[in-house]
């Protein structure tokens, strides 16, 4: 499989320049100009060419919510985002704590072969919040716990199942709250907890990953931890910086104040957020009627940061290529997220000068959950490229 992209304006968080790339084999083999090749040519003048996104944080439902979206549908919604590998959360049914649900969705996606699919599995087994010994038996296909969905309450359990991470390498992504004290308040619970797993992380030495940061206070927490050079990286979700809670919609943790909106932003300026993540969360009409949370994040994220973060010049689109593709990449140890010799071929083409309408009826997840419905965004996903294929375009622009 061969690929050549002509003249685009190439950016990825270290460069911004208009140049040719070549895929050949999966990977980029040459960026240049007047590159001479007799392959399939995109020719992508006036267009950007980024990395595609990597979502460390998503959920495909699959086995058992197929209601809400399947292995298929989730991956069409990624590609359709200009996204070519997901990490998803366990919070299936069942939830996903061995490697028999592990590699039923490994298989699954592997069959559907569009996107690089991984699997995380629950901190404590089925989410029962106490026994971690399921992961004595997991391999290294996994690379990232999470009991996404519910917070670890027991500080015990944490503190032992952080020790067990670093015995296997892997990477603990914390969901923070502690549902006793939502009750009272949503800030409180993800504030404490959120300091909760960075004592924990700096005692255990484990990688700790702060899941959909959204208070002020929680982000200042993960500041003062890595002044402190506690191994911590964190992530914050497109809702998150794009809304405040005049919007009424229900996510959790849930859309904040203005002030921490403006303190997240000013936080991924500084340099202090590393990643953007979706936490995309499909649901029915049924089910968001019943008050579950979540927003279908996947086929907006992409624009609804352009618009919000670049467009109303808070950080350059370097940066934001940073906080979608490279870190995220480099966290989950993948071969992506840059445009460089040798790196794989999963390329994004954006057309920056369109503005568009956000329009569920388009989706391709059975999600059509989101508040950003109708809103006006600009930074349309014109074509997805995996290892030099083209797995999605826009109108099927690019179909040979
Ligand atoms: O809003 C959310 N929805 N937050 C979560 O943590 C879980 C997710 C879901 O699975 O629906």
Redesign the pocket.
Known sequence: MELLIKGARIIDWRQDITSDVYIKNGTIQDIGNNIQVDCKIIEAKGLALLPSFVDMHC?FREPGFEYKEDLLSGNLAAVRGGYTAVNL?A?TNPVCSNMEVVNYVLNRAKEIGLIDVHQSVSITNGFDGHSIYHLDNIDESVKIISD??NGVENNRVMLQAMLKAVEKNLIIMS?A?DRELSLYDTALSENISTIRDIELANYTKARLHM??VSTKEALQYIIDGKRKGINITCEVAPHHIALDNSTEY????PLRNKEDVNFLIEGIKQGWVDVIAT?H?P?SALDKEKG????SGLETAFSVCFTKLVKEKHISLNKLSELMSKNPANIMRLNKGQIKKGYDGDLVIVDLEKMYHIDISKFASKGKNTPFDKSKVWGSIEATIKAGEIIYSREGLYDS
């Open positions: 959920h959360m919070n996404d969905g969901h709250e899941a959909h229900k996510v959790n943790p936490d969360a649901h579950l949370p979540g927003i």
